[in-house]
């Protein structure tokens, strides 16, 4: 069986969990297979904790260069340390962030990011250009409230981000919605169908294009 690991950048298990549970669902027959940062913050909600997580991220990759699995998922939205990952690791490395920006913006979609993490902003607003779909990316659209309540209560973060999708499309025109976080993936299937346009869930849609690139990958290695 093919083997993919979810490196979780945040420190808390359970999240990791959550998202290997998604990740599951979203690629059958696929194993996966959770790590949980030993160091660093349970959520990633700063651009400073974006940069430490990187740095764990690098680490643990090296640590499993010698023996690599099928493919890598880093499960947070900023996708930290994804690119010395790749550098180090003979398999596929994929983030959260940019698989659920492609998936989202395929076909020439327009879209934006709900998320619950304002200091964020900038660095998902770079993600999108950086990844070439600055030209259907719509933007930010946050939740209101704080954010320690939210995220200790499963039905006020639920109420909070279905308003926020709601502000979202409000004005038109967008063709898709992504759900920005990895403790975040529960609530965009729980939202999905409420809404008339597609909510990418970032866990789901990592799960998918890391199994696409290692299904290429053992193409190439084979012709």
Do not use: K, W, Y
């Not at 990633?44 to 260069?65: C, F, H, K, Q, Y």
């Not at 596929?92 to 327009?110: I, K």
């Not at 909070?160 to 920005?180: K, M, T, Y």
């Amino acid at each position: 069986m093919r083997r993919l690991v979810l490196l979780n950048p945040n420190t808390n298990a359970a999240t990791t969990e959550s998202m290997c549970a998604i990740a599951r669902q979203a690629v059958p027959g696929v194993g996966v297979d959770g790590l949980t940062a030993p160091r660093g913050v349970s959520m990633i909600t700063t651009p400073g904790a974006l940069v430490e997580a990187g740095d764990v991220v690098a680490g643990m990759a090296l640590e499993m260069s010698s023996s690599p699995p099928d493919g890598l998922i880093i499960g947070a939205f900023g996708d930290p340390g994804l690119e010395r990952a790749a550098r180090v690791l003979a398999c596929p490395v994929t983030g959260l962030g940019e698989a659920a920006m492609r998936e989202a913006g395929a076909g020439g979609r327009s879209f934006a990011v709900v998320t619950v993490t304002p200091d964020l902003v900038a660095s998902i607003t770079h993600m999108a250009h950086r990844l070439g779909l600055a030209a259907q990316f719509r933007g930010v659209v946050l939740t209101d409230g704080d954010l320690g309540p939210l995220m200790g209560n499963a039905d006020a973060l639920l109420a909070a981000l279905q308003a926020a999708c709601e502000r979202a499309l409000a004005p038109g025109g967008l063709a898709a919605l992504v759900i920005g976080g990895g403790p975040l993936g529960a609530a965009a299937d729980a939202l999905a169908a409420r809404f008339r346009v597609p909510l990418i869930n970032p866990v789901a849609a990592a799960a998918r294009l890391a199994v696409a690139r290692m299904a290429s990958l053992g193409a190439t290695c084979h012709s």
